[in-house]
T-cell receptor, first 115, second 120 residues
Framework: AQTVTQSQPEMSVQEAETVTLSCTYD???????LFWYKQPPSRQMILVIR??????QNATENRFSVNFQKAAKSFSLKISDSQLGDAAMYFC????????????FGTGTRLQVTL | GAVVSQHPSWVICKSGTSVKIECRSL??????MFWYRQFPKQSLMLMAT?????????EQGVEKDKFLINHASLTLSTLTVTSAHPEDSSFYIC????????????????FGAGTRLSVL
């Protein structure tokens, strides 16, 4: 079974600084997708960024970027120029490429942003 | 991005009554929707996969007679918690997966805002 591990229960970053959230996964599949979702205090799950495993180039969405290391099965999220609104729970998620596949979530990392 | 609407956002009910939660995909058709349950300070736990026009697929340990799922149209799935008890109090989140060919990235799950259920 696929597993997703987030080893950092909590992280803290100062406003305007950069922070990296870690995620590793275990799979024997070759076709899969990886995601980072954000859950702010409102509890609305928001898609932050996604990465297709077949793409070598790391995905980027404005201040958010990933470091996808396929051989190491690592998928970290870098947040640059952190803002107060970035404070949230961040969940790493994985799914296989099949149409019947389901998301497998990590346990989450709570990010605090300080002034 | 695609929008998923979930209603109600908060519901309080008496023990023994049933509660229905609606999940709608507003700007795309979703043949597949998902229902999750989230306990405080924990990750999302998948309860069931809702497929339009067919029976839902429940995860192991989820009582299908207690958590009734209906996916009657391509934009609406409902979760009914039957004979609710205090232990059913939780945060329930729905999600809809985008299909291909509607101008939005395929096979991406977008989430509703969740429903807080309190059973007295």
């Amino acid at each position: 079974a696929q597993t997703v591990t987030q080893s950092q229960p909590e992280m803290s970053v100062q406003e305007a600084e950069t922070v990296t959230l870690s995620c590793t996964y275990d799979t024997s599949e070759s076709d899969y997708y990886l995601f980072w979702y954000k859950q702010p205090p409102s509890r609305q799950m928001i898609l932050v960024i996604r990465q297709e495993a077949y793409k070598q180039q790391n995905a980027t969405e404005n201040r958010f970027s990933v470091n996808f290391q396929k051989a190491a099965k690592s998928f970290s999220l870098k947040i640059s120029d952190s803002q107060l609104g970035d404070a949230a729970m961040y969940f790493c998620a994985y799914r296989t490429g099949g149409t019947a596949s389901k998301l497998t979530f990590g346990t989450g990392t709570r990010l605090q942003v300080t002034l | 991005g695609a929008v998923v609407s979930q209603h109600p956002s908060w519901v309080i009910c008496k023990s023994g009554t049933s509660v229905k939660i609606e999940c709608r995909s507003l700007d795309f058709q979703a043949t597949t929707m998902f229902w999750y349950r989230q306990f405080p300070k924990q990750s999302l736990m998948l309860m069931a996969t809702s497929n339009e026009g067919s029976k839902a697929t429940y995860e192991q340990g989820v009582e299908k007679d207690k958590f009734l799922i209906n996916h009657a149209s391509l934009t609406l799935s409902t979760l009914t918690v039957t004979s609710a008890h205090p232990e059913d109090s939780s945060f329930y989140i729905c999600s809809a997966r985008t299909p291909g060919g509607q101008g939005i990235p395929p096979n991406i799950q977008y989430f509703g805002a969740g429903t807080r259920l309190s059973v007295l």
